[in-house]
């Protein structure tokens, strides 16, 4: 597996978590796992439980495009997360 492929979703979600998903004084969270035989799944968790993003425009659209899937999910209250699987 391209590790560029790993790092470049990483570097996307993570920008996306501090540019949208601030909360002043919280963090976000990254977990990274090996899933399925070798697939990666990238999942960035912020304090900030608004609407999870739609469309991919802009860093969303690299995720779609470098990932095999990628969605996201509420909660608990207050969070929001964004994952990607990519995988061989």
């Known amino acids: 597996m391209p590790f560029e492929d790993v790092a470049q979703v990483v570097a996307e979600l ?43 425009r802009y860093g969303l659209a690299i995720v779609d495009a470098l990932s095999d899937r990628w969605g996201s999910s509420q909660g608990p209250v207050p969070r929001k997360s964004v994952w990607a699987e990519l995988g061989r």
């Open 14 to 56: 993570c920008a996306n978590a501090v540019t949208h998903g601030r909360v002043p004084g919280r963090d976000f969270r990254l977990e990274l796992s090996v899933i399925d035989g070798g697939r990666v799944r990238v999942e960035v968790h912020d304090s900030r439980g608004d609407e999870p993003p739609g469309e991919p």
